[in-house]
């Protein structure tokens, strides 16, 4: 997996926390727009197929996973 800083993570994580209608219970959505939103500069449109930084996407979701934000 590809070294992201920490200060990166921390931040992604507290935007998926501030997206509208948050959920823990779709944590893999948000922070599949988390990653999308940092690689292109905007949100995914609802049928959006532009690839992500999986590296990152799975980064974010370990943290969620481990460290119950």
Excluded: T
């Excluded at 690689?39 to 999986?54: A, T, W």
């Excluded at 370990?62 to 119950?68: A, L, P, T, V, Y």
């Amino acid at each position: 997996m590809a070294d992201y800083s920490e200060s990166l993570i921390k931040s992604l994580i507290k935007k998926v926390k501030e997206y509208p209608r948050f959920s823990k219970k779709e944590i893999e959505k948000f922070c599949w727009m988390a990653a999308h939103e940092h690689k292109h500069g905007v949100l995914p449109s609802e049928y959006d197929i532009r690839e992500i930084d999986e590296n990152l996407f799975l980064e974010l979701l370990q943290e969620f996973k481990s460290n119950i934000h």
